[in-house]
């Protein structure tokens, strides 16, 4: 195998695909990314692949020799991200394992593996290829995955439980204590004639788990200009393909909790408020919070349309702020965790928000008013007598 590439090609690509390379390998050749160089296509393939989670990606190259090899991720991402601009020549011979690379600062010796025991990405079919609106799917996950449970006892909750109707997606995240559910249209996107029309998409339910969606929004980010991204769901694996890189990851198994039955219909009380200033009083109050004490009081006064936070740490001190809210319904007193709060206001785009209570022990939900259609449903913490 021979080829030349610029540093900066390799660089970046070699970084995305590091990403789905385990720091602690199962096997010693998961711990390799794979490169394969084709004369043909003139294009050079990395894969990283930790059996749960791939990324693929291709790149123009002069290939003159075609070939491939596994060769060590951090070691090889280590020294390609420290050579100077310019080319980059790797050169293996057939059968050998020892590839070198040469650069105009020196040359670099490194030993891989062959790529017989690299496990294979799985393939996706054509014909059932759904093509999904980039900017919809980037305003689902930006309104859901903070949501996902972090404790991998809980399964399927680690993920994003995705349905993908005909003119629409939603994204439901919740890790038992809060719950995000977002919906796009795809009408609210600049669709374009790469993306299905309404009446050939097939509609689908899947659970991807986060950190893959966490990566699928790192790699849409990167590609600003792709309008579709394609999906494909088969056999307990989902594949993301954006132009030459592909994303693969296993599914979640387990039925998803039919989180709408959560959702309460009817509110005694409505608050409407600016999302950014409750936000920065939040965060000015949240300095007296803690591990140990991390709640947040609100105390509506309907009379004088004003809201109260206050943190209350008795060792340390306590902060009080108040701000103009419209207010309708009793007054009452409730306590949220800061934490679960903020994530949730944070992930909200629109500046005018809406929470709608019932008692101090039900559950409170946070919308924006106009413009993504988002629900944020976020349990209150039981204040002490």
Request: include cysteine.
């Amino acid at each position: 195998m021979k080829l030349v590439c610029t540093q900066s090609n390799l660089n970046s690509n070699l970084s995305l695909v590091s990403r789905a390379v385990p720091s602690r390998p199962t096997h010693p050749v998961l711990g390799n990314v794979k490169l394969e160089a084709n004369q043909e296509t003139q294009q050079v393939s990395l894969t990283g692949f930790d059996l749960s989670l791939g990324i693929q990606t291709k790149f123009a190259a002069t290939v003159e020799e075609e070939g491939e090899l596994t060769l060590p991720a951090k070691l090889l991402t280590d020294i390609v991200s420290r050579l100077p601009e310019g080319e980059i020549t790797i050169d293996s011979e057939a059968g050998e394992t020892i590839c070198i690379l040469r650069s105009s600062s020196g040359h670099y010796q490194v030993r891989g593996m062959s790529t017989e025991e690299f496990p294979e990405l799985p393939v996706m079919s054509n014909s059932e290829v759904t093509q999904l609106p980039t900017a919809a799917l980037i305003k689902g996950l930006q309104g859901s995955l903070f949501a996902t449970s972090a404790d991998e006892t809980k399964q399927v909750l680690t993920g994003v439980h995705l349905i993908v109707k005909k003119d629409s997606l939603e994204f439901a995240a919740t890790d038992g204590h809060r719950l995000a559910v977002v919906e796009t249209s795809y009408q609210d996107t600049d669709r374009s004639s790469e993306v299905q029309p309404e009446s050939d998409i097939e509609e689908f339910s899947v659970t991807v788990p986060a950190r893959a969606l966490r990566e699928l929004e790192r790699m849409v980010g990167m590609r600003q200009l792709a309008e579709s991204v394609a999906v494909h769901v088969e056999q307990g694996q989902v594949v993301f393909q954006l132009g030459e890189q592909r994303l693969t990851s296993r599914t979640l198994e387990g039925q998803y909790p039919n989180y709408r039955l959560l959702i309460p219909r009817e509110f005694e009380r409505q608050v409407a408020m600016d999302r950014r200033q409750l936000l920065s009083a939040l965060e000015r109050i949240g300095v007296f919070t803690d591990q140990k004490n991390n709640l947040v009081k609100f105390t509506m006064d309907s009379l004088n349309q004003e809201l109260f936070l206050s943190v209350d740490a008795k060792e340390v001190g306590s902060g009080r702020e108040s701000m103009a809210a419209q207010i309708s319904g009793d007054d009452m007193e409730i306590a949220f965790n800061l934490k679960y709060l903020m994530e949730g206001l944070k992930a909200i785009p629109s500046n005018e928000i809406q929470l709608q209570l019932n008692e101090a022990s039900n559950p409170v939900i946070l919308t924006p008013l106009g413009g993504l259609k988002m629900t944020y449903l976020i349990m209150p913490v039981q204040l002490r007598t």
